[in-house]
């Protein structure tokens, strides 16, 4: 599985963000924690790329590298034609009302000890964008595009508001300073499931209405799929699979998104889970990864070559690319466990 | 004849709080044999922990008001003391919980963990007990147990510590396993690991068990019967195949609908369920449902209604104008007609 490799890139000229060969590596007891290992990907404007994994594939590791918080290892961050890892100080500090993050817990992602109207506010503060009353405008704006009564809203703090709510102001925070690219970390995760359809929804039409381009991070599939134009599939660090949704989720190409997709409870009672389509093993050390693919240990098509040679990303089919030796033919069952 | 090991029978747990005693759970009635699954769906503030735990007699010592009746292998256990519940405990019924990092101890040994249950309950000795505890972290699919038993929980991921605590529930072959969400908080793959786990278990020790969650993709592969729960109340109950094929809850249909499915093409625009469940201190009089429901009439604010069995034997739901039926249809049809959104729902 794996990797590295730059085949599912688009032209340089049609792309607004760039990805390439990402790599972020952090100390640990016992030696270097590989979190991402050569992650290219990229995003035209008006799209949203899922970017899907379980623990420990390096997902959310990818986006806040992506925003240079913290700035990665090595690798290249190509924003709107500016490389964001070759800009320091104020020059980075410029580009950050372009691009911004919504995050997993909604209530922790907010300051307590603030006002919503403040915490909406502040981005425009910083920014100094308009004066006071054009600042309130628009804050009052953003809180009724994203559901909520201004009124009401403007002078509580979030911990008088549900999880939902939260998200909510989260977004409205992300984007009243017009950011081109928002890269949302797990959104929906910690919220129940008719919230989760809501905050969906609106992430939506947020995008529409505001002209957006969203790096959409989580490890639901079903829900990745819902607001994704194309979704890349990654494991312990590296890439996997690269593809529209819609062929993606039919016709897997790579052993691992095959698994994931088997994993999925279906509320379907016609559809009991099957014990050979559930992925043995355990996953395996990010300190000291598999060599070749990392997935070989758990893939039940693993040869001799998937320990000497790390798969390259390439093109197997109309927009759909894999990093395998052995990729899965349309069509064809994996049995595992 | 399978008797029922679990009979509850209209248990109601308050909670005394500053606002006023909240009516966590507000007479829920079901029974549960030996071999069987019962799969509990609802969504935070349902009011499906609380039963699960009022049930494990797992409450606050103080400001909570129990009523109703619990019967665990024909005796009375629902208004019973911790002291009391202490003899059931790991014995008879287990429960493994949400987060497994919190529910184990991070400062002992694995081993000790799954020990200390059997030391507790059965009269064996230490090296038998220590014995027990490998064969059921190996029943339970943890790899390499000899080497586990002395390691600690930060040493391993969620879904081997997950097992660790169906291996710790499971130690002294409890009649009744209690899941309370046990795989919500783990990655898709590991949670059809443990669900596989689980299940091999029930069969092999024939248990009864209690699987609460919100996910109904859960429920539809390992359920034999499902509750459906919203503030409180018991909305649904059914077996899985009806459930499915045939809700009448509003709710049932709604949740249903407001998930996104693998099988839909991307960007379909999801149902969502408009507002919030209701203050459970205060409930509304009617249906608990009503504000945000797609079928709703005058009759549903005023008249809260009961639990009315359905068409298939076992099939109960609260409603007064349930899915798929003529009173159901045509009031989605007034509301519709009176410009009301009501998302992909259609008469």
Redesign the interface.
């Known amino acids: 599985m794996a990797g590295t490799g730059t085949a599912h890139l688009r032209p340089d000229d049609e792309v607004l963000l760039r990805v390439e060969d990402l790599v972020v590596e952090f100390h640990a007891e016992g030696g270097k924690v590989k979190a991402v290992s050569g992650i290219s990907l990229d995003l035209v404007a008006g799209e949203t790329l899922g970017l899907v994994g379980?623990?420990g594939c390096g997902k959310s590791t990818t986006g806040r590298a992506v925003m240079q918080l913290p700035r990665p290892t090595s690798g290249t961050v190509r924003f709107d034609g500016i490389d964001l890892t070759a800009l320091k100080g104020d020059d980075l500090r410029k580009t950050r009302p372009q691009m911004q993050m919504i995050f997993q817990d909604p209530i922790s992602s907010l300051n307590p000890r603030r006002k919503v109207g403040d915490i909406v506010a502040e981005g425009l503060e910083i920014w100094q964008v308009g004066d006071s009353a054009s600042r309130t405008a628009k804050v009052d704006e953003m809180l009724s595009a994203v559901g909520l009564d201004p009124d009401t809203a403007r002078n509580r703090r979030p911990h008088e508001f549900?999880g939902?709510q939260c998200q909510r102001i989260s977004i409205a925070r992300a984007v009243i300073t017009d950011p081109k690219v928002i890269i949302c970390d797990e959104p929906v995760s910690a919220l129940?499931?008719?919230?989760?359809?809501?905050i969906?929804?609106l992430l939506?039409e947020m995008k529409q209405r505001y002209n957006l381009t969203m790096l959409f991070i989580a490890?639901?599939?079903?829900?990745v799929?819902?607001?994704?134009?194309r979704v890349a599939v990654m494991y312990l660090g590296k890439l996997c699979e690269v593809g529209a949704?819609?062929v993606l989720?039919e016709q897997p190409a790579h052993p691992y998104t095959a698994?994931?997709?088997?994993?999925?409870?279906?509320?379907?009672?016609?559809?009991?889970?099957d014990?050979s389509r559930?992925?043995?093993g355990?996953?395996p050390s990010n300190v000291n990864p598999p060599s070749g693919c990392r997935f070989r240990t758990r893939c039940p098509k693993a040869q001799a070559r998937c320990a000497d040679e790390e798969p390259e990303v390439r093109e197997i089919g109309p927009d759909q690319f894999v990093a395998c030796h052995f990729p899965l033919a349309p069509g064809e069952a994996i049995e595992f466990g | 004849m399978n008797d029922a090991l679990l009979e509850v029978t209209d248990v109601a747990t308050w909670f005394d709080t500053d606002r006023g005693l909240v009516h966590a759970v507000d007479g829920v009635s079901f029974t549960l044999e030996r071999g069987r699954t019962l799969g509990i769906v609802g969504e935070s503030g349902s009011g499906k922990t609380v039963l699960s735990r009022s049930i494990m007699g797992l409450l606050p010592k103080k400001g909570v008001v129990r009523k109703g009746s619990i019967k665990f292998d024909g005796e009375e256990i629902g208004q019973a003391t911790p002291r009391q519940m202490r003899k059931y405990w790991g014995a008879s019924m287990s429960m493994v919980f949400q987060d497994p990092m919190t529910a184990l101890n991070p400062v002992m040994k694995i081993g000790n963990q799954i020990t200390e249950s059997i030391n507790t309950h059965l009269d064996v000795t230490r090296a038998f007990a220590r014995e027990l505890a490998v064969s059921l972290l190996e029943s339970v699919r943890v790899p390499d147990p000899e080497r586990r038993m002395d390691e600690y929980p930060h040493q391993l991921s969620g879904g081997l510590r997950q097992r660790v605590c169906i291996a710790v529930a499971l130690a002294c072959g409890p009649q009744l396993l209690l899941a309370d969400e046990p795989t919500t908080a783990l990655d898709v793959t590991v949670q059809a690991q443990v669900l596989d786990v689980l299940e091999s278990q029930q069969r092999e020790r024939f248990m009864a068990l209690l699987l609460v969650t919100h996910d109904l993709g859960v429920v539809a592969g390992r359920a034999d019967e499902v509750l459906v729960m919203y503030a409180g109340q018991v909305v649904e109950k059914a077996s899985t195949t009806t459930l499915f094929s045939d809700m009448k809850m509003p709710y049932t249909e709604a949740l249903l609908r407001s998930i996104p499915k693998i099988g839909e093409p991307s960007h379909t625009r999801l149902t969502a369920i408009p507002g919030r469940p209701p203050d459970l201190v205060d409930p509304p009089k009617g249906c608990r449902f009503a504000a945000r429901c797609v079928y709703v009439q005058d009759r549903c604010r005023e008249e809260q209604p009961p639990l009315r069995p359905g068409m298939v034997p076992g099939h109960e739901f609260r409603c007064w104008f349930p899915v798929g039926t003529p009173e159901g249809a045509e009031a989605l049809a007034r509301n519709q007609a009176a410009g009301a959104d009501t998302g992909t729902v259609s008469a």
Not at chain 1, 192 to 198: I, K, P, T
Not at chain 1, 259 to 273: E, G, K, Q, R, T
Request: hydrophobic content about 40%.
């Open positions: 379980e623990s549900s939902g129940d499931v008719s919230v989760q359809a809501q969906l929804n939506e490890h639901d599939l079903a829900v799929k819902n607001v994704s134009d949704p819609d989720y698994a994931l997709l088997a994993a999925i409870p279906v509320p379907d009672p016609s559809s009991p889970p014990d559930v992925l043995g355990e996953i």
